[in-house]
């Protein structure tokens, strides 16, 4: 495997395959399934995004491939507590640990506090990884069209749903678009080119016609002001998943908090 010819994201999924074997064989899933999470019930990640105002999913990231350390001080449930108390309607939270410096402890904190449905945002590319989601107390899962076939995106897709997740389904571009599962009722729109990890605005607007209309829309990254979102929203997003803009911060609990009552004051 010649890693120097390889981008980010083939990059990611190949080293997720090597560590997803390595799971498996640490914690088999009849220990997963073991957990205190798989029995219980999950706040509603579809519920908690429809409103009659743009809802916000703030994000934990403590750093990326293409920006380095963004913030590597914060303390997960500080954080998660601080977004509950802005006004957020659910959390993501990054659990690739060479990536992106997350882990699923950063999850399964959270997921004790009870506060937001959760996202597990990780490059799932395995059934066991959904199984994972469950245990460490998410109530929702990404899926990546970009690295699954429409096989893939179904199987997993299906057993999400028989687990009692919900499945937050990423496009790029229109073929992506082909891959997603008829019954996932949630599509993101990631502005990031998960190949160069640069930054185009325009896809959510270029891709937001040709998503089914009974799914609920969500656009994701380069979300810097209150201006954004609403110009995003009056185009037909329902929900935005911003968390550089909030990470960036030495306290981002009060940057989602000053985000929000802007947010809300424009509303008005």
Same mark, same amino acid.
């Given at each position: 495997? *010649?890693?120097?010819?390889?981008?980010?994201?083939?990059?990611?999924?190949?080293?997720?395959?090597?560590? *997803?074997?390595? #799971?498996? @064989? *640490?914690?088999?899933?009849?220990?997963?399934? #073991?957990?205190? %999470?798989?029995?219980?019930?999950?706040?509603?990640?579809?519920?908690? +995004?429809?409103?009659?105002?743009?809802?916000?999913?703030?994000?934990?990231? $403590?750093?990326?491939?293409?920006?380095?350390?963004?913030?590597?001080?914060?303390?997960?449930?500080?954080?998660?507590?601080?977004?509950?108390?802005?006004?957020?309607?659910?959390?993501?939270?990054?659990?690739?640990?060479?990536?992106?410096?997350?882990?699923?402890?950063?999850?399964?904190?959270?997921?004790? !506090?009870?506060? !937001?449905?959760? +996202?597990?945002?990780?490059?799932?590319?395995?059934?066991?990884?959904?199984?994972?989601?469950?245990?460490?107390?998410?109530?929702?899962?990404? !899926?990546?069209?970009?690295?699954?076939?429409?096989?893939?995106?179904?199987?997993?897709?299906?057993?999400?749903? @028989?687990?009692?997740?919900?499945?937050?389904?990423?496009?790029?571009?229109?073929?992506?678009?082909?891959?997603?599962?008829?019954?996932? #009722?949630?599509?993101?729109?990631?502005?990031?080119?998960?190949?160069?990890?640069?930054?185009?605005?325009?896809?959510?607007?270029?891709?937001?016609?040709?998503?089914? %209309?009974?799914?609920?829309?969500?656009?994701?990254?380069?979300?810097?002001?209150?201006?954004?979102?609403?110009?995003?929203?009056?185009?037909?997003?329902?929900?935005?998943?911003?968390?550089? $803009?909030?990470? #960036?911060?030495?306290?981002?609990?009060?940057?989602?908090?000053?985000?929000?009552?802007?947010?809300?004051? %424009?509303?008005?």
């Amino acid at each position: 495997m *010649n890693w120097d010819k390889m981008n980010i994201l083939d990059r990611i999924v190949a080293a997720k395959r090597t560590e *997803n074997e390595v #799971r498996k @064989n *640490n914690c088999p899933v009849h220990e997963l399934e #073991r957990s205190a %999470h798989f029995d219980k019930p999950v706040l509603s990640f579809f519920d908690s +995004l429809i409103k009659k105002e743009p809802s916000v999913i703030a994000e934990f990231k $403590r750093k990326s491939p293409s920006k380095g350390i963004i913030n590597n001080k914060a303390e997960v449930e500080q954080v998660a507590s601080g977004y509950y108390s802005a006004g957020v309607s659910a959390m993501s939270v990054l659990t690739d640990s060479g990536f992106f410096g997350g882990s699923e402890d950063d999850l399964g904190k959270v997921a004790k !506090l009870s506060l !937001l449905p959760l +996202l597990r945002k990780e490059f799932i590319i395995d059934e066991y990884q959904v199984i994972e989601s469950k245990a460490i107390g998410a109530s929702a899962i990404l !899926l990546i069209g970009a690295i699954l076939s429409k096989s893939e995106s179904k199987k997993l897709s299906s057993l999400a749903k @028989n687990i009692g997740l919900e499945v937050l389904f990423e496009i790029h571009d229109e073929s992506d678009l082909e891959k997603m599962d008829t019954e996932v #009722r949630i599509a993101g729109v990631n502005n990031r080119d998960l190949k160069s990890f640069d930054i185009n605005m325009d896809n959510s607007l270029r891709l937001l016609n040709m998503i089914p %209309h009974e799914c609920l829309k969500v656009a994701e990254s380069g979300f810097r002001t209150v201006k954004d979102v609403i110009e995003m929203y009056s185009h037909g997003y329902d929900a935005f998943l911003i968390g550089e $803009r909030f990470m #960036r911060s030495e306290n981002p609990s009060e940057s989602a908090a000053e985000f929000m009552k802007d947010l809300k004051s %424009h509303m008005l």
